[in-house]
């Protein structure tokens, strides 16, 4: 999900249970192709769950990073 807009809460959170690693990494200020290669050496930072050949990551998980409560 690309975006020219910035991220707000109420976006984040729009986004669902889980998102892709260009949206994540969006969020977190890491550029497309640096997210991928660090979601593949398993340094993200956030918990990054492998779904075939993709990657998601939790919505919840980002907002955890960032300092929101999630309850």
Do not use: H
Request: hydrophobic share 50%.
């Amino acid at each position: 999900m690309s975006t020219d807009r910035p991220w707000t809460l109420e976006r984040v959170r729009a986004l669902g249970l889980t998102t892709d690693v260009e949206t994540a990494g969006a969020i977190l200020g890491i550029g497309r192709s640096k997210a991928y290669a660090i979601a593949k050496a398993g340094a993200f930072p956030v918990r990054v769950l492998r779904v075939g050949r993709s990657y998601v990551v939790p919505v919840p998980a980002i907002l955890e990073a960032l300092g929101v409560a999630t309850g």
